[in-house]
């Protein structure tokens, strides 16, 4: 059994595979043109795949149980028993009860899905009831650890931490449960130990947010009682995404083995490590390499911060600051990139490359490091976007005042009380995919291509017509993906072909690069939007991406303040919005569906970024005159701590996420004075179910009468590109039809 940590580590690699094989697999087994053991097969190779290669770049502590069908939030639940009593009934093998908790199937809505922390990363919500009984169940770790064993390969199990794991479960008071979660922790510790492993990884995320002294306790007499066990592997316990905070201390003063600090996210930690005293011999993990983001390390910076870890603990291991999950596998698959980016960019392989260095370099300290690059060539900056952006002034940052604004936009759109609208998007049929894909092969022609979509434009126009709807949308059938359409389009922007992150499940991004300095070649939207007002005389929305949203999907420069760089592409945005403008459309939405996702964990760093997410929206929407109607659309309806800010993004109209939850949001809206137009969701879009024409009028009279019908909007939660045609239909005839009802009352 090793007692050694090692020098060099990750926290977990992508499971996805380097040409997204798991995707494949799992989708094809979902579809039934695969069976279970061939899935299996995918992924042993997968994980054999995963191992070899960490072990080829010479890393010395290598994780397994870091692969996942899904998600290991779920692996982690079914490993200590909780899945719900709805999901054990249905009498299936474990590998579909396990998609189940996944997906849903007929009978049964999946888990919750939601954002793991501050990441594109979405985890499944454990459903903790005061019943669960939880069960030791390591038979998935333990069957990884002996695959890699077999290949030569010693590994250390990872699962997400018994804290972490109830602080974001939900159910009545999930937390309380958490001693009698520890003693099944134990056995699976037990078992773990009994088979031979020598060290095993928690990870405890959840500690780099703001947590109460009775967390932090919790925390404390969760990892004494665990490495209290006699039988027991080596503990590590792994925190990321920020600073440690209080729980520091509280985790140092454990008997556990080994922690990990984020000092990428978290420079405070250093800190608070040197403020903490004597570490008993534990082994401190420096995450060194960010895990988030692609650029290479700055090495002599990172051995820098790394020797004063050093200086602080006897033994000190390099590690990326998370798992690498959140980064594409490989840069070498990306030949066709500028070499003067390629040359700076860093992908899950090249960190690993990255942290043996660090840790030869930290034990030896002689090994030569190489100097950074410098920071940006001088053709990605534009002289002109720097000159513009300062020249700014806080009025370009504001428009007229709203109730000129309003009377001036209903003057010019007349629109009837309750107006109907959608938030975007049409059904991306099979077809559509396929044109995508015959003009990214080449088989179709720019020409074919676009009269395909402008087609299309036209039936979706031609659709909404037909049912009634008051301001219609062009359907956005020639966005693959609401920020690459962008980051295609923009200077300063790099796309990947093959820079897929897994996102959920099966669905994986590809988030663009943002390399230099923003800035709008040509228009981008006007003509789709104006191709569609063409077609009709009600107006057409057009319809852009806001600059936090094109920021939290797309890896972001680190050699500036974000705020910098939100604000050129916000200038990018006000010049198309302009563009729209000018060209004769009357209503535009600018999109913030991640506003909210990017909060920092911290509320003590919440205000500054929420300003410089307010100020670039404002930024980009308000070049436009008063009688051009500015709309938002925010994807969630637990405002939070967003609340104010969503208030001051000073939209015309925002439509968001209300039907799962209610309306309760326009209580929280009318709470704080929110006084302009809203379109709080009337229909679920996360299901095909059609809501009846009755179900849609019941929640319109509810939202009535929490909103004086004047500022009331008539939307779906969100665009319909997952639906089908026959439920968008019968869907938006039910709403239009319970509009009109509501409105004679
Ligand atoms: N306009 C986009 C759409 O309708 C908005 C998507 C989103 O909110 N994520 O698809
Ligand atoms: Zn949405």
Redesign the pocket.
Known sequence: MSTVFGQSTVLGYPRIGANRELKKAVEAYWAGTIDAEALADTAAGLRAQVWRTLRDARLDAIPSNTFSYYDQMLDTAVAVGAVPARFARLGLSALDTYFAMARGVDAEPALELTKWFDTNYHYLVPEIAPDTVFTANPAKALDEYAEARDLGVTTRPVFVGPATFLLLAKGVDPFARLDDLVQTYARILAALAHAGVGWVQLDEPAYAGDRSPAEIDALRRTYTRLGDLTHRPRIFVATYFGDLGDALPALLDTPVDAVGLDLVAGAGNLHRLAAAGPLGGKTIVAGLVDGRNVWRTDLRAAVAAGATVTGLADHVAVSSSCSLLHVPVDLSAETHLDPRLSERLAFARQKVDEIVVLGRALRDGTTALPAPLPATPAGWRHDDVRGRLAALRPADRQRGDYPTRAARQQERLGLPELPTTT???FPQTAELRRARAAHRAGSLDDAGYASRMRAEVQQVVRLQEQLGLDVLVHG?PERND?VQYFGEQLDGFAATRHGWVQSYGSRCVRPPIIYGDVSRKAPMTVEWSTYAQSLTSKPVKG?LTGPVTILAWSFVRTDQPLADTADQVALALRDECRDLESAGIRVI?V?E?ALRETLPLRRADQKTYLDWAVAAFRLATSGVADDTQIHT?L?YSEFGEVIGAIDALDADVTSIEASRSKMEVLDNLAAIGYGRGVGPGVWDIHSPRVPSRDEVIEALRRAVAAVPARRLWVNPD????TRGYPEVEASLRHLVAAAAEVRGS
């Open positions: 938030i975007g998007s956005e609401m319809m939405q999109d569906p659309h994807c969100c665009g319909l590109k």
